[in-house]
């Protein structure tokens, strides 16, 4: 069986993968901010800064700040924890694959298809 042989892209191309992809994960980081912003406001009735707090703290991993009241809030709060971990997992992958990527071209490790 042929041995594939697969070159390293150059140093300037790969920089410019990986801010894509940071870019791209900043992006879906701030967008799902957003969504939980407006979650929190619609079912809470939260000001701008309540909800970016506790939007942020969900999305980050640390729970909600505030108390919440009703039941739309606490389906709402709970659902957006499970999306925020989905979340942190697909943006981790976005940033790192081209990382990875290099790492495995470097030791001449094949991409299976």
């Known amino acids: ?3 594939i042989q697969q070159k390293i892209i150059p140093k300037s191309q790969f920089i410019k993968k990986f ?3 940071l870019f791209l994960g900043v992006l879906i980081i701030f967008l799902s901010l957003l969504a939980g912003m407006e979650g929190y406001q619609y079912f809470e009735n939260m000001s701008v800064v309540d909800s970016y707090v ?3 703290m969900i999305l980050s991993g640390m729970g909600p700040v505030t108390e ?3 039941d739309g809030g ?3 709060a709970g659902s957006y924890a499970l999306f925020s971990g ?3 997992l697909v943006i981790i992958a976005i940033i790192f694959a081209p990382l990875v990527r290099r ?3 470097t030791f001449h490790m094949e991409d299976t298809k």
Do not use: C, G, S
């Open 1 to 3: 069986m042929p041995e």
């Open 54 to 56: 506790n939007a942020a």
């Open 74 to 76: 606490k389906i709402f």
């Open 68 to 70: 919440l009241k009703t």
């Open 103 to 105: 790492f495995l071209h």
């Open 86 to 88: 989905i979340v942190f």
């Open 19 to 21: 801010l894509r992809n």
